[in-house]
Structure formats: structure tokens, C-alpha cells
């Protein structure tokens, strides 16, 4: 069964947006996929990228194929590709990102340690996606209150 967070709610349920989940595994396996790219795909094919694996090497690399050989199919051309990290930072438990701090930090709130510690990593995720200052950050602080650190 596929996560969506409840500040996902309005389009997760009907994958009309690229959910946290999926964004994590285009982030894990480097592929650039824009909301042009996705809504391009069937409804079949965007639950299959909500479903498919995307965690051992060899899951990464077939996530990142058949996500290429979508966007190639629709589009005509692969879609961007992202630098992918050894050891991302929503898989450290140990340290929370700078721009998580200050952006939790303008909307009053601390982060401990041991809160981050406790969260997933898809939470962490969420938490550092949504705190880039190119995002628009309307779903951080409800992110916060969802995964009780508020």
C-alpha cells in the first residue's frame, strides 16, 4: 500500500501531482520528471511509479529505466537527470539539514534530534523538499503538525 501524507490529500488519491513517494524514488534514482512529464502518463502507468520498488541497486536502476522509457514513449526524449547521492540526506537520521532548521525556525518551531531521529525517511524527505527555498512552502507547516513535531 503506497504512503501519501494527509498535506497531500487534494491530488494524491488521484496522482494528478507527482506525490512525496514518487518524488523520492525520481530523487533516489537521479531523473528529473517535470508535472508536464507525469501528466503524460496514464493512470496505470503513474500508480506503477507509486508501487515499483526503488530501493536496492538494482531496483534503483530499473526504477530509472522504466521511468526514462516512459518519458521517452511520450515525450520523444528522456527527461533530465538529477546528481544522486552515496548517502542522502533523509536517509541520515543523525543530522537534520540547515534549511529544514531555518525554515522550521521561521515558522517558530524547533526540531530536536531525537525528532528527527524518530521520523521516516519519506518524512525526512518531505521535510527537506519542502523547505528548499525554490518550493513553495505551503505544505511545511502542516507537515510539521502531520508528523507530530508540532
Avoid at 67 to 82: C, D, M, N, R, Y
Amino acid at each position: 500500500m503506497a504512503h501519501f501524507f494527509q498535506f497531500e490529500a487534494d491530488f494524491a488519491e488521484s496522482l494528478r501531482c507527482i506525490p512525496m513517494l514518487v518524488r523520492m524514488k525520481l530523487d533516489t534514482c537521479g531523473v528529473k520528471l517535470k508535472l508536464t512529464h507525469w501528466n503524460q502518463f496514464t493512470p496505470e502507468e503513474r500508480q506503477t511509479l507509486v508501487t515499483m520498488a526503488c530501493l536496492t541497486p538494482e531496483e534503483i536502476q530499473a526504477y530509472r529505466t522504466f521511468v526514462q522509457q516512459l518519458v521517452t514513449s511520450k515525450i520523444g526524449q528522456p527527461a533530465g537527470e538529477l546528481p544522486t547521492e552515496e548517502h542522502p540526506p533523509w536517509l541520515n537520521h543523525k543530522v537534520i539539514p540547515e534549511m529544514v532548521l531555518e525554515k522550521a525556525t521561521e515558522v517558530n518551531v524547533t526540531i530536536t534530534p531525537q525528532q528527527w531521529e524518530n521520523l521516516t525517511p519519506l518524512e525526512r524527505f518531505a521535510l527537506i523538499k519542502l523547505s528548499r527555498k525554490s518550493h513553495e512552502n505551503q505544505n511545511f507547516y502542516p507537515a510539521l503538525k502531520e508528523f507530530k513535531l508540532i
